[in-house]
């Protein structure tokens, strides 16, 4: 479970995210487990995996990235939908659990592209943002009135780039903390600040 929040702009991609994996109880409490990163670089494939869900599936999906041969954003999400698509998934998505993988990056001629791979939809690819349709992607998802808030702070210019997702960042923790741990809609939220642009490299 975690907070991904990310700018696809024509030229850059910038993603922002938590460190801290959770688990439910047998009553259905979420509860901390550890910290650890929650995305992969692949400066060959000029492309960048993360996850939100159970965690085990971006693993697993990071498995497989770190033993293709890919330069570029398009193939990789083709080749991890495959894969996902038709292995069998139940032991890494436990008690009716759900995951979405995110590839954002580059293609050959290096413009901007973002996927979305749902397990809910048999991780089918989705492109949510590229170069000619550029937006933030805000995660977990909020009311109305909440994105609103968010929405704000990426439309402030008086805050860079970095404030605007520390901004964000910290607005979802403050949400997410008021939620009981029993909340289905609670996720947890520690906090990770990645930028990834041409060059891939972080900043």
């Not at 599936?57 to 570029?72: C, M, N, P, T, W």
């Not at 995660?139 to 008086?158: G, I, W």
Request: overall charge negative; proline content about 2%; hydrophobic content about 35%.
């Amino acid at each position: 479970m975690t907070a991904l929040n990310a700018l696809v702009s024509k030229d850059d991609i910038t993603i922002s995210m938590d460190t801290l994996v959770s688990g439910r109880t047998k009553e259905g409490a979420l509860t901390p487990l550890y910290f650890t990163q929650k995305f992969h670089i692949l400066p060959s494939a000029q492309s960048v995996i993360a996850g939100t869900g159970m965690f085990d599936i971006l693993r697993e999906a990071i498995g497989l990235s770190q033993k293709l041969l890919v330069r570029d954003v398009s193939t990789l999400a083709e080749l991890i939908s495959d894969y996902l698509g038709t292995r069998d998934n139940s032991a890494l998505l436990p008690d009716k659990g759900t995951a979405t993988i995110y590839i954002f990056g580059f293609d050959m001629d290096q413009h901007t592209h973002a996927y979305a791979l749902r397990s809910g939809e048999n991780f089918n690819i989705d492109e949510i943002a590229n170069y000619q349709n550029p937006k933030y992607i805000l995660k977990p998802q909020q009311s109305e009135e909440k994105m609103r808030v968010l929405t704000e702070y990426t439309q402030n210019d008086n805050l860079s780039l970095e404030l605007q997702f520390k901004k964000i960042m910290e607005q979802q923790k403050k949400w997410d903390d008021e939620l009981d741990a029993s909340d289905k809609c609670k996720v947890n939220i520690g906090g990770e600040w990645i930028s990834a642009s041409r060059d891939f490299k972080n900043r």
